[in-house]
């Protein structure tokens, strides 16, 4: 099967789990913000909100993958495969200002505390925690392999955590009474884990614009394998990028005895199959080069 087939196979197992996803929490996010003003809680709107981030996130990245999927053009050679990178920023930053909205109406309520109903938050927050709980393992699968649904696998974990901690809400206003000021703490602690998920995604998406080495990847140990393939003297000027989270680049130099085109190629296959299968890479370039042709270049950098 081509690279396009498996390509076009993996978008459209992804996009049923984001619409199914999607439909999961535009409902939520209705009945969440609707129960939150009839009953006066601030963290089930605050969990509303969230899950409103979700549906954002769902939505930025259905229109990544779509966008990945276009064909490399002049002005575009490596593609749109970026796009799935800058969908997870654009995630990280809706993410950033539903803590700061969570942060900011919490210190309020804190400030002038409000009685909540606590059987509305209750059957609300559990509605909700299924429904996030179900999405996270509808995406669980394609998070493996794609940075923008990892990053709103993300969201919807942490829409989990906090309708679990919306339910425990629910639970201590209805048994206990007067523990209304529960309620804004909770938001306030839903934003602190906000920002630490937010740093995760980030610094991998920032890795991947800036090429940098793939987090699993270890340039020695490439350097090493490659030596070991007979005929290969030395290898040089490796350089490993991602240009998204599916695709992982490789350039490379090896130094070859003077050999025939036939004997270079064999071992250029060779290497290319362990890049791949060893190493995940899905694009190698080699530059093979002979003992003659590397004393020039020598001479050239040094000059």
């Known amino acids: 099967m081509s690279h396009n087939h498996r390509s076009s196979d993996l978008y459209n197992q992804n996009l049923s789990r984001l619409l199914l996803s999607l439909i999961l929490n535009l409902t939520i996010v209705i009945i969440e913000f609707v129960a939150g003003i009839y009953s006066h ?36 050679s490596f593609g ?132 940098g080495v793939p987090k699993d990847i270890d340039l020695e140990k490439i350097k090493t394998r490659l030596n070991t393939i007979e005929g290969i003297h030395d290898v040089h000027h490796i350089h490993v990028w991602g240009i998204s989270s599916q695709q992982i680049n490789a350039s490379f130099h090896i130094l070859l005895d003077n050999c025939s085109l036939a004997e270079a190629e064999k071992i250029m296959d060779q290497a290319c199959l362990i890049l791949q299968e060893e190493f995940g890479v899905n694009h190698v370039t080699i530059q093979p080069e002979t003992q003659k042709y590397h004393k020039v270049e020598t001479l050239c950098q040094i000059c």
């Not at 963290?43 to 999927?69: F, G, Q, R």
């Open 80 to 211: 749109f495969k970026r796009a799935e990178t800058i969908a997870a920023i654009l995630n990280v930053v809706l993410l950033l200002l539903v803590a700061a909205f969570l942060f900011w109406k919490g210190i309020k309520r804190i400030q002038h505390p409000e009685p909540v109903m606590g059987q509305v938050i209750i059957w609300v927050s559990l509605a909700a925690l299924t429904a996030n709980l179900l999405s996270v393992n509808i995406l669980k699968k394609g998070a493996s392999r794609d940075l923008s649904i990892k990053s709103t696998m993300v969201h919807l974990m942490t829409d989990a955590i906090s309708s679990l901690a919306v339910l425990l809400i629910g639970l201590s206003a209805y048994f206990i009474q007067n523990y209304y000021i529960l309620d804004p703490i909770l938001s306030i602690a839903i934003a602190i884990f906000i920002l630490g998920n937010c740093w995760e995604i980030l610094k991998e998406a920032l890795n991947i614009l800036l090429e």
């Open 41 to 76: 809680s601030l963290a089930l709107i605050s969990d509303s909100m969230h899950n409103l981030s979700d549906v954002s996130s769902i939505l930025i990245t259905l229109s990544a993958h779509k966008l990945s999927l276009k064909k490399a053009t002049y002005t575009k």
